[in-house]
């Protein structure tokens, strides 16, 4: 469904990305794992057409559906983007209009793709935010950013990036603002939408523990290359690169048991 091409992304000439190449079939998850500044965050924003000013990709290809994304047009990137491949962030709650309240944001992002009333858009906000598990829909919608926690911000976030069924799912440090049981609760919530819609997740995390949980591939990432990549399987067993063995051995461990 999705498969990167022997990438290279530079900002003014200097190779962020380096030849990067991966595929991802549909249901399936990729876990982009490695220490900041890997690059992880710079090969899915180059996925959904988002790199910061000045970057761009210089060479390789990306195909989604079999059709090439650099050559989307400004219209077809707005048709594409948050119905067939949605983006969620490390703090949804920043990506909200502070001073809007949820419901008037939510139902702007429907009516943005979908030509329905004001009524049947802020119903089906509702119903997706009942189904990421938040309590009183109507009271969330009514809420500003503020006035919410970081878990149900980030909830309202995957709500919104999952409201079109979209086949592909980027997710850049979903839970590294959360605490641990939050964290969970949203790997466990993502999990479920992915199985429900039928989505493919790409996700960036430091935290290779979940990216063990929910992974079916793994890439590991360092200095914008990837020096490892394999099934959950495969990184989590004997004899891997050394950089992935580092990693393993800096997941915490309890009562001298490690989680990965």
């Known amino acids: 469904m ?21 595929s991802l079939k549909e249901r399936e998850i990729v876990s982009l794992v490695g220490e900041s500044g890997a690059g992880k965050s710079t090969v899915i924003r180059a996925v959904m057409g988002l790199l910061a ?20 047009t400004p219209d077809q990137w707005r048709r594409l983007r948050g119905t067939h491949i949605s983006m969620i962030f490390q703090d949804s709650g920043a990506m909200l209009h502070p001073i809007r309240k949820i419901g008037s944001v939510f139902v702007e992002y429907i009516r943005t793709h979908e030509k329905i009333s004001k009524k049947e858009a802020w119903e089906k906000g509702m119903e997706m935010l009942e189904r990421m598990r938040l309590p009183d ?11 919410l926690s970081g878990g149900m911000r980030q909830r309202v976030g995957i709500a919104m990036a999952m409201t079109f ?30 199985d429900e819609y039928d989505t493919s997740i790409m996700i960036v995390t430091h935290n290779l523990g979940v990216a063990a949980y929910m ?46």
């Open 165 to 194: 069924h979209p086949k592909l799912l980027l997710a850049d440090e979903p839970t590294s603002a959360l605490d641990v049981t939050t964290q969970a609760q949203i790997v466990r919530q993502m999990m479920e939408l992915k």
């Open 215 to 260: 992974s079916d591939q793994i890439v590991v990432m360092k200095d914008g290359e990837i020096l490892d990549s394999g099934t959950r399987e495969d990184i989590l067993g004997e004899n891997r690169n050394a950089y992935t063995r580092k990693l393993l051995e800096a997941v915490p461990s309890l009562g001298g048991e490690r989680y990965v």
């Open 137 to 147: 829909g109507g009271n969330i919608m009514h809420a500003y950013p503020f006035q």
């Open 53 to 72: 000013e000045g970057g761009r990709i210089t060479a390789g290809d990306i195909l989604f559906e079999g059709k090439s994304l650099l050559k989307n």
């Open 2 to 22: 999705l498969e990167i091409k022997n990438m290279t992304v530079s900002y003014q000439g200097c190779p962020i990305v380096k030849n990067f190449t991966m």
